[in-house]
């Protein structure tokens, strides 16, 4: 189950905190909120503090997908070093 809740939200930011495990089974609406935020000049930061778990369709989304160009913010270190391995530099 993933959880899905905006703490900030300006005109040219949106940041979504996101708690629980992200699967495959998610990839769709996150794709969907990050090109709704995008689609209205917002930059998007995604708040992993309350993530558990990731698989792999989720690594790819952070990877390759919508969600390769999220700033991510409190990224599980298992998370971080996966992305390092797939390519993606997290900054902290």
């Known amino acids: 189950m993933l959880k899905i809740e905006t703490t900030s ?9 996101l708690s629980g495990r992200i ?3 998610h990839v769709p609406e ?3 909120l990050l090109r709704k ?13 309350g993530v558990g778990l990731v698989d792999r369709k989720a ?3 952070f990877t ?3 969600g390769s160009s999220a700033k991510l913010l409190h ?7 996966w992305l390092r391995c797939e390519g993606r530099k997290v900054a902290q």
């Open 9 to 17: 939200e300006t005109a040219a930011t949106v940041t979504f905190f």
């Open 23 to 25: 699967s495959a089974d």
């Open 30 to 32: 996150l794709n969907k």
């Open 37 to 49: 935020a995008r689609g209205a000049g917002q930059r998007v930061t995604l708040d992993l503090e």
């Open 59 to 61: 690594v790819e989304f």
């Open 64 to 66: 390759k997908g919508e």
């Open 75 to 81: 990224c599980p270190v298992y998370v971080q070093e």
